[in-house]
């Protein structure tokens, strides 16, 4: 694999964000070693919260999917850009203000959630997610509401989302439609932008220096930890090869080829004194 | 009004490119001074033709509203950005290609009329127009072929379409998100880019320079006609008005109010010797 543990990756970590498609799992297929990394965290206390640009499913819908992987996972960890989405908005307008949805179940029930009602007309807000049932009749509705004033939000902005046959538009692709006919550039929470990993840090209660973002994809998960000051940690086991890697230009502070290797990575800082409170550097390995 | 005819704005011309909605009728309401000036260009053998973006429709339905102004034109002297990209397809690839059409039965037409077979797999072209069915399992087939190797041309590149209640996404909002999931930028044939220009001069047998574009907009018709060498004569009976064009920046070879305006001044330069063959210079008029 020619990958390496690069420098002191993992010093003053005392809690993780964790990307989970390409990490945890690919698709439907749990990757190896996601058991057993959920146990060395739980042994050792370290907290964690799990982190997805995906705005169609639910953190009740992930927590069922680690529950069948042998996982228990409090839905409360697991952050969505839907629900991320819902939970800004919630910060700028109260319960009952009208909101025009554009996306799926997940973004729909984030934002009920949150006591926003959807409406076609006088909507204070446009938010965008992933809506693989989008029509020219949605984007033109939401062009005249954000022409109107109505605020423009989007989930994430993933261009394009892989499937076995090639890669269709993602989230982003829709906003930039939306940007183009408006001339009005969204707001997005999603990674890499730093709404995600704020709240993500809120939740962990840890400062970004202490805090670690594990993730596949470089200009997403990584890019978006760089700009704020956590710690960036690439496994290879979803879309980044060591070559895109290489290409990249980036630097992560830590490159593992899966989990496992991250994992007994994580336990020989641990038998080095890593711990919550100390968040001792670890040293380099080959 | 303001409005002045700017130096010899007809200096050497000796035909016309119009651009129909915003020059000669807004919506369904021809306006003023239509019938007089398509018989000034007959009387005076002043060769034009018409040319729109909008590629929803076939230069036959536009031949039909010219004849229900009072207004005789053969359909072969009205350009479509349809008609321009199935004519610019003909040239790449022979008839029976495949190819895949997003958009409305004007740009279907235009294809079908060249020969083109339209699939969903293994389609040579993806050919995107302004589609108010626009679908994300059209925009997603689109993608997928456009990442196998299918080329990817667009009719027109107008950001937004102007309605009652306010602008809504454009055949370029379509490209923009086809352009963000791909990453591939398509071949635009629409003004401002060249094709349509180049083909109306082929159809009028002149060259640029002896070629005016009349039109409404000064980043399609008029930003176009300067870049290729033609002059640009700008009425205000459309989206433009003299606070825009003064913020543009922009200067036509000529700013008429309207179309009776620019006919009277069409006269005077013919009654000071302007023909076909002749081309002389107009005088400057308030």
């Known amino acids: 694999m020619g990958t390496e543990f690069r420098g002191a990756g993992w010093a003053g970590v005392r809690g993780l964000i964790v990307d989970m498609d390409g990490v945890l ?27 997805t640009n995906n705005s169609s499913k639910t953190p009740e819908s992930y927590a ?5 992987f042998g996982v228990a996972a409090d839905p409360g960890r697991i952050l969505t850009s839907a629900g991320v989405a ?24 984030a934002l009920a959630e949150k006591g926003f009602v959807f409406s076609d007309r006088d909507s204070r807000w446009v938010v965008v997610g992933w809506d693989r049932e989008l029509t020219w009749d949605k984007l033109a509705l939401a062009s005249l509401l954000i022409h109107r004033g109505a605020g423009f939000l989007g989930t994430n902005p993933d261009l394009s989302y892989p499937t076995p046959e090639g890669p269709v538009p993602g989230c982003g692709a829709q906003l930039a439609a939306l940007e183009a006919a408006t001339g009005v550039s969204p707001v997005v929470v999603g990674k890499p932008e730093p ?3 704020r709240q993500a840090l809120a939740l962990l209660g ?11 994809r470089i200009e997403t998960d990584l890019a978006g930890a760089k700009r704020l000051g956590l710690k960036s940690i690439l496994v290879l086991s979803g879309v980044t090869t060591t070559r895109i890697l290489a290409e990249s230009g980036f630097a992560p ?34």
């Open 25 to 51: 799992w690919l698709g439907d297929r749990p990757l190896p070693g996601l058991a057993e990394f959920f146990a060395l965290l739980r042994k050792r206390e370290i907290p964690w919260i799990l982190a």
């Open 64 to 68: 069922a999917k680690l529950s069948g």
């Open 86 to 109: 819902a939970e800004y908005l919630a910060r700028q307008s109260p319960p009952g203000t009208p909101v025009y949805p554009i996306g799926g179940e997940g973004l729909k029930k």
């Open 195 to 197: 709404e995600m990993f």
């Open 206 to 216: 840890l400062p970004a220096a202490a805090t670690a973002v594990v993730g596949d």
């Open 253 to 286: 502070d830590a490159v593992f080829p899966d989990l496992p290797e991250l994992s007994l990575s994580l336990e020989s800082v641990e038998a080095q004194g890593f711990s919550p409170a100390s968040g001792k550097p670890a040293s380099s390995r080959q």
